[in-house]
């Protein structure tokens, strides 16, 4: 008794704390009706909760040595200036262009068909007294009988297309020991009530920057890109907070 009683507590302190924080939600989204969703300010993404420096697995570094009465160095690629990022905080292009196309078909089938008998014609003579325990007569030649027949059968097709094509400016946060390059770029567009997100980050080679100073997704390693949106559409297209609960919940 005293386990129910824990029970439904644990069920009704938790209750409790889903309809608290979907009434907040709801207070929160109310007062904002007619309003335009807010954009982000320009902050350091090295001051940003939960950021991390990348640490990767890395050559030894190579060392800059100049000649005596020279201004050439060992590891310069280019005797003027390169115009190219390749500080911290200098800004280049990103070039972003998925273009990704999937597959995939599956079809699998299975059956099984099984059957098991069993006798007593024999057992010391007793065997025809079974029918004077049992309820009902039997016969001691086909005394246990059973067949099984099994059949499955599953089918899976998934068919998926993806395009996107668009350019952002992101910014160099680290330079790696081996000179390559951390990137990280964020835009928000917004227009009338509804906002679009686009973000990046990832490792990048020098040597990849064009002369234009523009660098291609496919050229991005860890490449995180993220594409979506805010606002009165994409809230739309979204399930209810109480479908989306209901299709985690519900077991069948």
């Given amino acids: 008794m005293t386990h129910v009683k824990k029970y439904v507590q644990k069920t009704a302190l938790l ?10 939600s709801a207070v929160d989204r109310i007062s904002r ?26 050559p030894t570094p190579e060392s800059s040595e100049k000649q005596p009465n020279s201004l050439w160095a ?4 280019n005797f003027f200036k390169d115009q190219r990022a390749g500080k911290i905080g200098d800004i280049l292009t990103v070039i972003i262009e998925v ?13 099984r068909t099984s059957s098991e008998n069993a006798a007593l014609d024999s057992l010391l003579g007793y065997e025809a007294s079974l029918g004077k325990v049992l309820p009902d007569a039997i016969d001691p030649a086909n005394l246990v009988g059973a067949d099984a027949d099994s059949n499955f059968k ?20 680290q330079i790696l020991p081996n000179g390559n390059l951390v990137i990280h770029g964020k ?18 080679r020098p040597e990849d920057i064009s002369i234009n100073n523009t660098i291609d997704s496919n050229q991005i390693a860890e ?3 993220a594409y979506g949106g805010e606002g009165h ?20």
């Fill in 15 to 24: 209750t409790m704390t889903m309809l608290s924080l979907s009434a907040c």
């Fill in 33 to 58: 009706i007619g309003e335009a969703p807010d954009m982000a300010r320009i902050e350091d993404p090295t001051l940003q909760s939960g950021y991390q420096p990348v640490s990767l697995p890395m």
């Fill in 74 to 77: 060992s590891n310069r690629k």
């Fill in 99 to 111: 273009k990704d196309t999937a597959a995939l078909d599956n079809e699998t089938e299975q059956k």
């Fill in 154 to 173: 599953g089918t899976g097709t998934i068919a998926r297309g993806e395009e996107v094509d668009l350019q952002l400016a992101a910014i160099v946060t």
């Fill in 187 to 204: 835009q928000e567009i917004r227009v009338n009530y509804e906002k679009r997100i686009v973000a990046v980050d990832g490792v990048i």
């Fill in 223 to 225: 490449a995180r890109i």
């Fill in 233 to 252: 559409l994409t809230d739309v297209q979204q399930p209810r907070y109480g479908q989306q609960l209901y299709d985690i919940v519900f077991p069948f």
